[in-house]
């Protein structure tokens, strides 16, 4: 585990490097979560590989204070994460004399809706801000090492929306963006959290990548087909049924290729089982963002979203491990506080 002793190295280069004349004492930075709806093409034989669906959302967020200090400092949750970034950002750019990065807020980790990458985002935007680096959230996201399979997590806090991405190509760098609509205001996403489980992450992710078996063109092909002429359309015209019925299909296509590596569709066996009650109830839009364990459930009205959750606590209550909550689609990115000049 990285503590502040292993970024002293890095603290004392900055001791020398002169502070700005004149600047921001404090930044503060917001991050949203999101939702990876699944890959639609994890055959990439075409020289494209995974293309991604996703949803930027109200709730959780990530939100760290960056302040003018002595050295590098990190705290609150996540600090250690934190820690790792610090330094290579520092490495590379004159932070002034140096920063303390607070973590006020934390996107739960391991649970499917990017904390990571939000992280590295909020961190990297508000050292920025702080010290006048200029950088954009491509340039954090490759300087930190995120956006290695997908540019959801990105694009979320560039300008929030559902987003749709064009699969990571030759080039070294995260993937284009092909299009980005806005979540209907009337919607709303149930999420379900297993509070005991983790999803895979670092190098225990891309090992199970790995050792994924081969996905077959024609499937690549029908779920290519399927957001273009189905999920995307009916975002555009706010038809739930459609867009409902095309995420469903999706998470069935990825979610049974991944299944011998979680365990099943879904990695939860307890968030499996919210999933199916929700389908009897005549849901269809539901499944797990990224490697779960979170599952979600999109609905057609905060009314109707009020109650499913009123329903799905009491069923399954906190005892149970799992805790329910209801929130929005975001259809802004980031915040950073204060904001950059235009």
């Not at 020398?16 to 990439?44: I, K, M, Q």
């Not at 340039?139 to 979320?156: K, M, P």
């Not at 005549?282 to 999109?298: C, E, H, K, N, Y």
Request: charged share 20%.
């Amino acid at each position: 585990m990285t503590g502040e002793a292993d970024i002293a190295g890095a603290a004392a280069g900055l001791a020398s490097r002169p502070a700005p004349a004149a600047g921001l004492a404090e930044v503060a930075v917001t991050a949203p979560a999101r939702l990876h709806l699944g890959f639609v093409d994890l055959n990439g034989e075409l020289g494209r590989r995974f293309g991604s669906l996703g949803i930027a959302l109200e709730a959780p967020v990530t939100r760290v204070v960056a302040r003018r200090h002595d050295g590098l400092v990190a705290d609150g949750p996540e600090a250690d994460r934190v820690r790792r970034y610090l330094p290579l950002v520092a490495d590379r750019f004159d932070l002034g004399g140096g920063v303390r990065l607070t973590v006020e807020q934390a996107i739960p980790a391991h649970a499917g809706l990017g904390s990571g990458t939000q992280l590295a985002l909020a961190v990297g935007a508000a050292l920025s801000r702080l010290c006048g680096l200029g950088l954009d959230g491509a340039a954090i996201a490759r300087l930190l090492g995120r956006g290695a399979r997908s540019s959801i997590g990105i694009a979320s806090f560039a300008q929030g929306g559902v987003i749709f991405d064009g699969g990571r190509g030759a080039a070294d760098r995260p993937p284009p963006v092909i299009s980005r609509l806005p979540f209907p205001e009337s919607w709303r996403i149930l999420l379900i959290f297993d509070r005991r489980r983790s999803g895979l992450s670092g190098s225990a992710e891309r090992e199970a990548f790995d050792r994924l078996a081969g996905f077959p063109p024609e499937l690549a092909g029908r779920l290519c087909r399927l957001m273009l002429m189905v999920a995307l359309p009916a975002l555009a015209e706010a038809d739930l049924d459609r867009f409902a019925m095309a995420v469903a299909q999706l998470q069935q296509a990825t979610g049974d290729h991944f299944a011998p590596l979680q365990g099943g569709r879904f990695a939860s066996p307890l968030v499996t089982e919210v999933l199916a009650w929700l389908e009897s109830q005549g849901l269809r839009g539901v499944g797990q963002s990224s490697w779960g364990p979170t599952g979600f459930a999109i609905v057609g009205s905060a009314t109707e979203a009020a109650a499913l959750l009123t329903r799905a606590t009491a069923r399954w209550p906190e005892a149970s491990g799992l805790a329910f909550a209801v929130t929005g689609g975001r259809n802004r990115g980031g915040e950073i506080d204060p904001p950059p000049k235009p």
